[in-house]
């Protein structure tokens, strides 16, 4: 590949942290990951979080029922479990049968919808043993709740208070750190003992790869860059481009697509989150190619994500091409509307 193409061809990729909600707004959103994207995994942080394999089973069919009145046959959704300190080894070992791909930790407080998630992961030794024994991952939120510890280190000092720990308890879990934020879990991930087991990786999200926390406040308060972990310093968003585009296979993709009506963004208190699956794929190509590393993408995107999950890869190509493409300023929303990443900009890459 030369170093500015114009086009680049990759394996269809997949999104492993993705929100799509439920109700009205889940069609409208799915529509615009099923363009992109072969599978992905479903977060169960709706009202009330889906706790049980009913519960993800039920979630499941309303997703494939929306899938049909879509049109869309070839879109894969991976359900997960919302852990909470009531999740029994049972459930573990059920979901594994029932074909479940992941539980997502919550600790209590962090995000939107996480009141029911873990208030001490002391409550969750027997599920966390029985996700070990049976090859379950555990995705996790990677911040600490404590009013105290100021925002931007609270993911700095979840690793040492809570991952690390973790780890060492249990050191065959197969963990996700979800989208990642900060040089320290970058390069925790990167340099982390695993005995050549593949127990360990993150996701990285496209606003962690574009911006920065500048990108909050420029001008004034900017509601639709604001997501949880929060964008942190320059030099975080380096260390995350670097890890995403380094080839290293426990760097794979997230976004983290977090959709919330317009007016729920921009309000006296708004919601975190930010819309990127409009354009997703465009998102990272920029991200790539900003650093010269365009070569680097289907790795990331494609491959490594379905190997951590010993699920296989994809076999169909999809194209994308360096022809401007405007982000609208607002995409419908069930009866509302919502503003995507990037609303109203052009950006360089588009999905033929
Ligand atoms: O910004 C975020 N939005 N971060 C999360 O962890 C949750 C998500 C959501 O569900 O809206
Ligand atoms: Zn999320």
Redesign the pocket.
């Known amino acids: 590949m030369s170093n500015s193409p114009t086009q680049i061809k990759l394996i269809q990729p997949d999104d492993w942290h993705l929100?799509i909600r439920d109700g009205e707004v889940m069609k409208d959103v799915l529509a615009d990951t099923a363009r992109q994207f072969a599978r992905a995994i479903i977060?169960p942080?709706l009202k009330p979080p889906v706790t049980t394999v009913d519960l993800a089973k039920a979630y499941q069919s309303r997703i494939e029922s929306n899938l049909k009145s879509l049109g869309v046959s070839d879109f894969t959704p991976l359900m997960t479990l919302y852990l909470t300190d009531n999740t029994s080894a049972d459930e573990v070992r059920k979901a594994k049968t029932a074909g479940i791909a992941a539980f997502k930790l919550y600790p209590a407080g962090?995000?939107?919808?996480s009141d029911a998630g873990v208030s001490d992961l002391k409550h969750c030794h027997a599920a966390l043993e029985a996700m070990q024994a049976v090859g379950m991952p555990l995705l996790v939120?990677g911040e600490v709740t404590s009013s105290e510890i100021d925002i931007f280190d609270r993911e700095a000092v979840f690793i040492d208070t809570v991952l690390e720990p973790l780890r060492q308890q249990f050191p065959e879990l197969k963990i996700v750190f979800e989208?990642i934020t900060t040089k320290q879990a970058a390069h925790y991930v990167r340099d982390a003992a695993t005995g050549g087991k593949n127990t360990i990786a993150a996701t990285i999200t496209p606003q962690h790869l574009l911006m920065n926390r500048n990108a909050i406040f420029a001008g004034g308060i900017r509601p639709h860059n604001y997501?949880?972990p929060v964008l942190k310093r320059e030099e975080h968003r380096i260390a995350l481009l670097e890890a995403a585009t380094s080839g290293n296979a426990r760097f794979f993709l997230g976004t983290?697509s977090?959709p919330?009506a317009k007016g729920a963004k921009e309000a006296a208190c708004g919601?975190?989150?930010?819309y990127s699956a409009f354009n997703a794929l465009g998102l990272y190509a920029e991200a790539f190619e900003s650093v010269g590393k365009l070569d680097k993408l289907e790795g990331f995107a494609s491959f490594f994500g379905p190997d951590f999950y010993s699920l296989p890869r994809n076999s169909k190509k999809i194209t994308l091409i360096k022809q401007a493409q405007s982000i609208p300023t607002e995409l419908p929303l069930g009866d509302a509307t919502i503003v995507p990443l990037r609303a109203g900009e052009t950006i360089a890459w588009s999905l033929v």
């Open positions: 929100h977060m942080n962090a995000t939107t919808n939120h989208h997501c949880l983290d977090a919330h919601c975190a989150g930010c």
